[in-house]
């Protein structure tokens, strides 16, 4: 069974880089055809995707954090990464991280594996 | 502002049924498949259907989904406590190149 956990700091400061890891246990990040995303969840709100990473390296971003947002993989750990820079208070949220598994095309997917997420909060 | 738009809430008794709508444009639902996820408090999500109309495994039959045009629904049959929470719709949009979700239906079991 897969299974996703989100790690790192929960409390970042303003300007400041958040940074979150997702170590992935029964399966290798490198095998199959899979992206491993980050969704994000303000408290009370709903989700909002922040972007994924093929198993090949390439990514997609929303295009509403492209300019802050860098997501990596280290196979080596079997652990993919976010980076999000200058972060604000409007980034404090619950982070998840998860696995999609894809039909046929890059936008036919779903998330089927979720970490159980990670509250960071932004402090001023 | 979510780019896909849901009722904020839904109702139903033990037993009835109940339809969430999730609508959007032609840049994502008209022309993309949805996704269907379900949250309760202080858990991530579960998709309870894909690719428009599946299920995945472990998913009661009791649970469908569909789409029309610029639309989707999600159907839930015979209402159980269990399905109280929150359900979101998701969806690629070509237009802006990413996922997008739904804002969110949440849905009472009286």
């Known amino acids: 069974q897969v299974q996703l956990q989100e790690s790192g700091p929960g409390l970042v400061k303003a300007s400041e880089t958040l940074s979150l890891t997702c170590t992935v246990s029964g399966g290798s990040i490198s095998s199959g055809s899979f992206y491993w995303s980050w969704i994000r969840q303000p408290a009370g709100k709903g989700l909002e995707w922040i972007g994924r990473?093929?198993?090949?390296?390439?990514?997609n971003y929303n295009p509403s954090l492209k300019s802050r947002v860098t997501i990596s993989v280290e196979a080596s750990k079997n652990q993919f990464s976010l980076n999000l820079t200058s972060v604000t208070a409007a980034d404090t949220a619950v982070y998840f991280c998860?696995?999609?598994?894809?039909?046929?095309?890059?936008?036919?997917?779903?998330?089927?594996?979720w970490g159980q997420g990670m509250l960071v909060a932004v402090s001023s | 502002q979510s780019v896909l738009t849901q009722p904020p809430s839904a109702s139903g008794t033990p037993g009835q049924s109940v339809t969430i709508s999730c609508s959007g444009s032609?840049?994502?639902?008209?022309?993309?498949?949805v996704n269907w996820y379900h949250q309760l408090p202080g858990t991530a999500p579960k998709v309870v259907i894909y690719s428009n109309n599946q299920r995945p495994s472990g998913v009661p039959d009791r649970f469908s989904g569909s789409k029309s045009g610029t639309s989707a629904s999600l159907a839930i049959s015979g209402l159980q406590s269990e399905d109280e929470g929150d359900y979101y719709c998701a969806g690629w949009d070509d237009s802006l190149n990413c996922w997008v979700f739904g804002g969110g239906t949440k849905l009472t079991v009286l």
């Open positions: 998860a696995r999609d598994h894809c039909r046929g095309s890059s936008t036919t997917c779903y998330s089927h594996y």
């Open positions: 032609n840049s994502n639902i008209g022309r993309k498949t």
């Open positions: 990473i093929y198993t090949s390296g390439s990514t």
